[in-house]
Structures are given as structure tokens and as C-alpha cells.
């Protein structure tokens, strides 16, 4: 099996951008508000059967591949279903400050959505304009009953005063567990692996164009709150959620751009130019900059700048070759045993 070139997934959403993933992937956006792409989705989004669903060349939806042969795709038993790939990967060109909001954890998501998958996610930072930075974690605990006021009354200052703001560089790496308040200002460009689902609860929905009633995953604020995290983010905490790891360039060795805590959630690597070789094994491949090739002992794939690939188990251990630069995103180390008793919560 060959890795599968995926054409351009745009997904239009309720924030402003999508300029910086249009010129990536040469397409022209149809609106202002397609701000983010998916890449090599076996999931749609929240709400829907399709949209965000990856879709190949010939037309076929990757989610049937990969369940008509699980073991060639992936090479593990297990999962959420026959189609489970372990992670969502998207690129996200926010041209507006995202909302303030959380995602819920794998105990809540099993209690109240039937899903084992909460949304642990992080970004990788392609570009960013000067000073723009991404709010994460409270800098100090907050009430509950204060917070669900300021929520109802949309206080977008009260919330943004008290949460921990990090200016953020190209090949910064920031970890997002599950249960912990976020926005990422406009001006940043980012790839983002997360879990794969589309579970958001907004604590902020006036600055865009989605309501109160679609803020809840359909379950109302009593339900959700709880999985909201008040506890105070220290610096420490908040050190340990972020890598500087991509801010010297790749090379020939695939290395982590995400701190040592996502690895049991999901992985993102980077290399460049006539590289080492690569475990067999899932994986999502985008083509930063450059040309080449994706090499196994079975075949190869001549790959260029802005192309995305779908690699699967059964195209074996692979390097790359030529000039390329790639991002490749993976499941979390032990997937998916991750899910079943103990392991990751």
C-alpha cells in the first residue's frame, strides 16, 4: 500500500480566516470564515455526519478505507470503531481572536456523549504576527458561580484578565489538556493534533457567529460545567505543556515538536531533506516546504510543498528523500491500549 495524497478539506466555522491554509494548499477560499482545514479526518464535526470528513482523489471517504482494512491502515486491533485512526489533525488560520472555551476529558465524554475520546489537543505554530499569543489555564482559580455569571453575561475581560497569556513564535510547540480554558489570538497560524472529536464548549460565543444554545454540546451549561477546569495553571504547569523544540530548523532525524506530556495522546515530528527512517504506522503527512519523496522498501511517493498524505501501517518503515520538509502527526505512544482500562483518562 502507498500513502494516499488527500485533496484540500476545507471546513467553514463561526471565526473569521482560512487565508495562510488557502495559500498553503492552492485553493481560494469561498468565505472569510473558512478558517480551518482537516486533515486525514475519520471524524466529522459535532452535529453533522459529513463535514470534516477526508475525502480522496477518486473520491472515496478515507473513513471507509480504513474500515474495509483496519489492519493494513492502522495495524492495531481496538479503537472506537473499525475507522478509529487515534487522532484528528487540522490546520487552523485564525484571522480573529477564537472564543474563550474548553473541551471536555475521556471520563465526561464517556459518562455523557458515549465517545472514550475527550479533546486533549495542542498546536504547533506555522506563523504568527507580532505579540499575537495564546491564553491557556487560569492564572488564578476562579468560582464557579462566578464564572458561570461572567459566562452568561459574555464578560470576554473578566475571563481573558485571568487567564495565563503566552506570546507565541514559529516552532513553538503548547499542549491543551482536556478541561482547560483556551483562545488563541487572531494572527496565528497553527497545526493542531488533537483527539478525534469535535467536542467544544464555548464560555464565549457574542465574538462569533455561534449562539448560547449551540454552546453546550447539546447537554446545557449545568451538564458541562463541571468538566471545566477553575483551578489555577501555574507557570510551572504551564512550562510543562510547552516545547521551543521547532524553533531551530529539521533535519534528518525525526524529532518531537510537542512536549513530552502529549505523547500518550498524539504525536507531531518534523525532518527534512535525505532523513532517518520511520517506524511503520498510521500516520498524517503535510509537506511544509520543498519536494521529494516518501521511500519504503515497498514503493515511494514523490510528494511537494503543500500536499498532504495519508501513510498506512502497510506501507512499512519509510524516509524521506529529495529537499522536503514534512510535518507528520501520529497516534500517542501505546494507542490504541491507551483506551481500554488504566492508561490515558
Known amino acids: 500500500m502507498k500513502p494516499v495524497l488527500l485533496?484540500?478539506?476545507?471546513?467553514?466555522?463561526?471565526?473569521?480566516?482560512?487565508?495562510?491554509?488557502?495559500?498553503?494548499?492552492?485553493?481560494?477560499?469561498?468565505?472569510?470564515?473558512?478558517?480551518?482545514?482537516?486533515?486525514?479526518?475519520?471524524?466529522?464535526?459535532?452535529?453533522?455526519?459529513?463535514?470534516?470528513?477526508?475525502?480522496?482523489?477518486?473520491?472515496?471517504?478515507?473513513?471507509?478505507?480504513?474500515?474495509?482494512d483496519r489492519a493494513a491502515w492502522v495495524g492495531a486491533r481496538g479503537g472506537r470503531d473499525a475507522a478509529d485512526l487515534g487522532i484528528l489533525v487540522k490546520l487552523l488560520d485564525a484571522r480573529q481572536r477564537l472564543p474563550v472555551h474548553v473541551h471536555p476529558g475521556r471520563d465526561f465524554s464517556a459518562a455523557h456523549l458515549d465517545c472514550p475520546y475527550g479533546k486533549t489537543e495542542a498546536w504547533y505554530v506555522l506563523e504568527t504576527e507580532d505579540d499575537c499569543a495564546v491564553h491557556v489555564g487560569w492564572n488564578q482559580s476562579v468560582d464557579r458561580d462566578e464564572l458561570d455569571r461572567r459566562r452568561d453575561a459574555q464578560d470576554s475581560e473578566w475571563m481573558l484578565s485571568r487567564m495565563n497569556r503566552l506570546v507565541v513564535r514559529p516552532g513553538m510547540g503548547v499542549l491543551v489538556p482536556a478541561g482547560t480554558v483556551h483562545a488563541i489570538d487572531g494572527g496565528i497560524f497553527v497545526a493542531e493534533v488533537q483527539e478525534p472529536t469535535d467536542f467544544s464548549i464555548l464560555l464565549e460565543w457574542s465574538v462569533t457567529t455561534s449562539t448560547r444554545d449551540e454552546s453546550h454540546l447539546d447537554l446545557g451549561f449545568d451538564a458541562v460545567m463541571p468538566s471545566v477546569s477553575t483551578e489555577k495553571l501555574d507557570a510551572a504547569a504551564l512550562d510543562a505543556l510547552t516545547s521551543t523544540a521547532g524553533t531551530t530548523p529539521a533535519g534528518a532525524d525525526f524529532r518531537s515538536l510537542l512536549p513530552a506530556v502529549a505523547d500518550p495522546y498524539f504525536r507531531l515530528l518534523d525532518a527534512a531533506g535525505e532523513t532517518a527512517a520511520r517506524e511503520a504506522g498510521f500516520a498524517v503527512v503535510l509537506v511544509r516546504e520543498g519536494s521529494g519523496a516518501l521511500v519504503s522498501d515497498t514503493a515511494s511517493v514523490d510528494v511537494e510543498r503543500g500536499q498532504v498524505y495519508a501513510v498506512p501501517h502497510a506501507f512499512g518503515a519509510w524516509r524521506l528523500t529529495g529537499e522536503a520538509e514534512v510535518l507528520v502527526a501520529a497516534p500517542g505512544s501505546g494507542w490504541p491500549g491507551t483506551l481500554r482500562g488504566g492508561g490515558v483518562r
Open 7 to 68: 485533496p484540500p478539506n476545507p471546513v467553514q466555522h463561526f471565526y473569521r480566516g482560512g487565508d495562510r491554509i488557502a495559500a498553503l494548499r492552492g485553493i481560494v477560499p469561498q468565505t472569510d470564515r473558512q478558517p480551518e482545514e482537516w486533515l486525514g479526518s475519520t471524524v466529522s464535526r459535532f452535529g453533522s455526519d459529513e463535514v470534516g470528513l477526508a475525502v480522496t482523489a477518486d473520491g472515496d471517504l478515507l473513513r471507509d478505507l480504513v474500515a474495509g
